[in-house]
């Protein structure tokens, strides 16, 4: 049963286009703190710089490379061994050792 949602930092908000506009920039700390509170926000390590240089070198040794964001996103979720959600699944399949998960369209 899935009953929590973990953004790492590196994460593109689903709702980016909503964030770009005027109305919803972030002009202060307290705004962008409020907005973030419902998530727990996984912190950058030395474990996460580890795993994206692993699955770098794979992934560029084998012509499978995916973008930098993407990347630091699956090392995120290799690092604390926690399963990545993504519509994207093709794409971070690539990644040895990451669990990806799919949802549902509604």
């Known amino acids: 049963m899935f009953i929590g949602f973990t953004v790492p930092v590196f994460s593109k ?23 973030i509170a419902p998530f727990h926000i996984l912190a950058s390590s030395a474990d996460v710089t580890w795993e994206y240089g692993r699955a770098y070198r794979y992934l560029q ?7 930098a964001n993407d990347l630091w996103i699956a090392a995120t979720g290799a690092a604390y061994r926690m399963p990545i959600v993504t519509r994207n699944v093709e794409h971070y399949r690539r990644v040895p050792d990451l669990q990806v998960a799919t949802y549902p369209l509604e």
């Open 61 to 67: 040794g084998n012509r499978l490379l995916i973008g």
């Open 13 to 35: 908000s689903p709702r980016r286009h909503l964030l770009s506009t005027p109305r919803f920039l972030f002009a202060d700390r307290a705004r962008w703190e409020e907005f």
